[in-house]
């Protein structure tokens, strides 16, 4: 989609082109104006329009009115015949280089909208982490999982809910709980997602060690608990 034209670049277009044209073109010139700045354009061609030799308000206000809609004619045909009459758009100035101070205060802004990120992240996870624990806590570990016996694996240090929903748990290296992901008996026959992490909760970093790693030989990692 192309930029539209600014307000002003219309004004100085029409400026350039003498108002005395022929009916048709005043036409024209109208459905351009429209196509390119819509409403806003109204008061410039008026005005424009109003400036010919035997101005008639009442008839361009009808012509106007008749050119909200978008057709063939677009744009382009203003600046079209604008350049016929030597308009010639000004050349775009340089954005003109930041100073010191608004490089420091920019830097600033970015800093803090990093820092607000950052606390917004830390209390979204700190609540996810106390859902997980609510989570975690409502299960058993005692119990069965359809989708364990659909894998063939056992339960190792994970939990049950009375419907059968499986839960693992998420932890970081020094044991704190950061996540739990469900997964459901069954598949959802609407197609939502078998497992699920904990809404919030964090994710990145966390993990569930299957066995003791320690004094082991080699430490395994995978990404699914079944593959595990």
């Not at 015949?81 to 050349?91: L, M, Q, T």
Request: a positive charge; one cysteine or more.
């Amino acid at each position: 989609m192309k930029t539209p034209p600014s307000l002003e670049s219309v004004r100085e277009a029409l400026d350039c082109i003498p108002p005395d044209l022929p009916h048709d073109d005043r036409v024209r010139l109208a459905f351009a104006v429209f196509d390119g700045i819509g409403d806003a354009g109204g008061e410039l061609w008026l005005t424009w329009a109003n400036r010919r030799k035997r101005p008639d308000p009442s008839g361009d206000s009808a012509v106007w009115r008749s050119a909200h809609k978008r057709g063939p004619v677009t744009v382009a045909t203003l600046f079209g015949i604008a350049r016929d009459h030597g308009y010639r758009p000004a050349a775009a100035e340089p954005p003109a280089k930041p100073t010191a101070a608004e490089l420091a205060a920019r830097a600033a802004e970015r800093r803090a909208a990093a820092e607000r990120a950052a606390r917004e992240t830390e209390e979204r996870q700190r609540r996810g982490a106390a859902d997980a624990a609510a989570l975690w806590n409502r299960g058993s570990d005692e119990g069965s999982s359809p989708y364990l016996a659909r894998k063939k694996v056992g339960n190792h240090g994970g939990r049950f809910l009375p419907e059968g929903t499986f839960l693992v748990p998420l932890r970081d290296a020094a044991g704190e709980l950061l996540n739990v992901q469900s997964i459901r008996p069954e598949r959802p026959a609407d197609g939502r997602p078998e497992k699920l992490f904990v809404r919030g909760a964090r994710k990145s970093g966390a993990f569930h060690m299957i066995g003791n790693p320690e004094g082991a030989a080699w430490l395994l990692v995978a990404e699914g608990y079944a593959t595990a």
